[in-house]
């Protein structure tokens, strides 16, 4: 039936005509956007996703910045430790040579003093931005390095690096060791060195009460061989009263010797003489033991303060002083460059994890553009052959007319 009121074929070949411009439409909408889903009216659950990861590349953004930050606070602290470590070890060299009678130890004092002096002159620079690792001025700095999301919410993690304490200002004499046989102690008593010879060398050191009261965080730290043990005080050995300090140090030190587990040596503590170690070398090879004393208040290095080789005592002490001290900054540097590997290794693993989510995030939203162009040419035929169908629909009422004449 034909009707000049109701034309059904024109009817379909609009709406078919409607349904080829929405998708032609939509086709150029990713072809100018470069995306299947910009918009959340074009799937709300992708779209939702896609925008919660986009914030965390961003976030991820800011914290490489924080990582690149780190790493470069890290690398100066380190720098500067190796550099210490050097200074030490030439400051050594002229410790030993002053261990020889045939020579000026007084020019060799003021080379010594210079050393220290260019130490405090690393030190003291080696900040990054503002932050400075190695003067004691700071315990630790939390760098930024992870956003971990989970069902619960969102939380940062940091990488904790520890500050190392390089300066070597603070020192204050306590004269507190005493007693020794055969070694040398120094005219503070806070400095001495024994010589245990193998096969039975003995000898003995005794802690006394000290010039100026113990504090908590007083340090006494003795090396044997390669080998270092340290006894600090704290504040429940301090409420105990000076008298028992001796004691407490003594047999906290004892303990610490015993640790090490070094052959041949023996170190025995009796009750009976307050506050005294008596060492034994039964080994097969000579033993060196030096001890320092450190206050609470002094650097890292402050008892480089007490090295004095203008006395041929003086540098024997200053001799087993270098070899801990020398371990202070090695001990620095080392733990500085772990700390700087962890930042680096963190900061490649951001990097690589960013360039992950962005491309899941282009996988979920990106349109294809191979398709979309196939589907673009498609899209215009049938624009064309709808236009067409519309306009032979349309001249299906003058059609109708021509049964009239």
Request: hydrophobic content about 40%; charged content about 15%.
């Amino acid at each position: 039936m034909s009707s000049i009121l109701t034309n059904n074929s024109a009817m379909v070949a609009l709406q078919t005509m409607k349904s080829i411009n929405a998708n032609l439409n939509k086709t150029q909408s990713e072809i100018s956007t470069g995306k299947s889903v910009a918009t959340a009216r074009d799937n709300a659950a992708v779209w939702a996703i896609s925008k919660t990861m986009e914030s965390d590349v961003k976030g991820f953004q800011g914290i490489s910045d924080s990582l690149a930050l780190g790493s470069s606070t890290v690398e100066v602290a380190r720098q500067a430790s190796e550099t210490v470590t050097d200074l030490l070890s030439d400051m050594k060299k002229k410790i030993v040579a002053a261990q020889e009678d045939n020579v000026d130890r007084g020019k060799i004092q003021t080379d010594i003093v210079a050393l220290r002096d260019q130490i405090n002159s690393v030190v003291g620079a080696a900040q990054y931005n503002g932050l400075n690792l190695v003067n004691g001025s700071n315990t630790s700095v939390d760098i930024l390095a992870s956003l971990d999301r989970s069902s619960t919410g969102v939380t940062a993690s940091s990488i904790t690096v520890n500050a190392q304490d390089l300066s070597t200002g603070g020192y204050v004499a306590n004269d507190v060791f005493a007693s020794s046989t055969g070694g040398t102690i120094s005219t503070d008593a806070d400095t001495f060195v024994l010589a245990l010879d193998q096969g039975g060398g003995t000898d003995d050191i005794e802690f006394q009460d000290g010039a100026n009261a113990w504090a908590a965080g007083d340090k006494i730290t003795m090396r044997i061989g390669d080998k270092t043990a340290s006894y600090t005080i704290t504040s429940s050995d301090v409420d105990s009263g000076a008298n028992s300090m001796p004691d407490l140090i003594a047999v906290g030190m004892k303990n610490a010797i015993d640790s090490l587990g070094i052959s041949g040596l023996t170190v025995d503590y009796d009750s009976g003489t307050p506050g005294t170690l008596s060492f034994t070398n039964d080994g097969t090879k000579d033993l060196s033991v030096s001890g320092q004393y450190r206050n609470a208040g002094s650097g890292g290095l402050g008892a480089l303060a007490t090295i004095d080789v203008s006395t041929a005592s003086g540098a024997a002490l200053a001799l087993g002083a270098i070899e801990g001290l020398e371990q202070t900054a090695i001990d620095a540097a080392s733990a500085f460059g772990s700390a700087q590997t962890r930042v680096d290794t963190q900061a490649k693993f951001v990097s690589t994890l960013s360039d992950a989510l962005k491309s899941g995030i282009g996988s979920m939203v990106d349109a294809d553009m191979e398709e979309t162009s196939a589907r673009l040419q498609a899209l215009q035929v049938q624009q064309q052959l709808a236009t067409q169908a519309l306009s032979i629909a349309n001249q299906a009422p003058q059609n109708i007319l021509s049964l009239f004449r």
